[in-house]
T-cell receptor, first 117, second 113 residues
Framework: AQSVAQPEDQVNVAEGNPLTVKCTYS??????LFWYVQYPNRGLQFLLK??????LVKGSYGFEAEFNKSQTSFHLKKPSALVSDSALYFC???????????????FGKGTTLSVSS | DTAVSQTPKYLVTQMGNDKSIKCEQN?????MYWYKQDSKKFLKIMFS???????INETVPNRFSPKSPDKAHLNLHINSLELGDSAVYFC????????????FGPGTRLTVL
């Protein structure tokens, strides 16, 4: 079965510094990987996804993620953190069953990013 | 225009009551989902529908019954509410492909007293 792991419950970084939020995955075939962000009392917002192609994926709000097949990782990165980036970040993998339509996202437990000024 | 909307945003009710949460999307998607986020922020799929047909029905109590009157709507009805049903429920939608992005609604915070 597909799964993702986010090894850090919380990441703390100073504003202006680079940030990394880690994600590793386990899948039986080729992975479809996603990052979402959740601000307090808000829904999940899509940041970016890896389907195929370039290992470096660029997304919303200056975020990017690097797919590494050998390390089965899909870490989220940003060159310069903003206080407004403080939120809960989820990594997710698409779950493949015998069906294709309606396949669910399997989420990691989330990582809280705290950016200090 | 809101892409995926849910009503109500907050729902406070007594144990044993029956309640419904409504979801609508105006993205033209044919697949819709319900996810549950527990108190530890863990997200898990409950149901998915494609073209009004139930695709995923995870192990949830049969007190939970989704209904999809058309492709743009997926409602969640919950009978005989229990304390453990307290959570945030998210609706999402996407096109049918596995690579397609799921877009989430703002969530409904259900509190059962």
């Amino acid at each position: 079965a597909q799964s993702v792991a986010q090894p850090e419950d919380q990441v703390n970084v100073a504003e202006g510094n680079p940030l990394t939020v880690k994600c590793t995955y386990s899948v039986s075939g080729n992975p479809y990987l996603f990052w979402y962000v959740q601000y307090p009392n808000r829904g999940l917002q899509f940041l970016l996804k890896y389907i195929t192609g370039d290992n470096l994926v660029k997304g919303s709000y200056g975020f990017e993620a690097e797919f590494n097949k050998s390390q089965t990782s899909f870490h989220l990165k940003k060159p310069s953190a903003l206080v407004s980036d403080s939120a809960l970040y989820f990594c997710a993998v698409r779950d493949f069953g015998w069906y294709q339509a309606g396949t669910a996202l399997i989420f990691g437990k989330g990582t809280t990013l705290s950016v200090s000024s | 225009d809101t892409a995926v909307s849910q009503t109500p945003k907050y729902l406070v009710t007594q144990m044993g009551n029956d309640k419904s949460i409504k979801c609508e999307q105006n993205l033209g998607h044919d697949t819709m989902y319900w996810y549950k986020q527990d108190s530890k922020k863990f997200l898990k799929i409950m149901f998915s529908y494609n073209n009004k047909e139930l695709i995923i029905n995870e192990t949830v109590p049969n007190r939970f019954s989704p209904k999809s009157p058309d492709k743009a709507h997926l409602n969640l009805h919950i009978n005989s509410l229990e304390l453990g049903d307290s959570a945030v429920y998210f609706c999402a939608s996407s096109h049918r492909g596995a690579a397609d992005t799921q877009y989430f609604g703002p969530g409904t915070r259900l509190t059962v007293l």
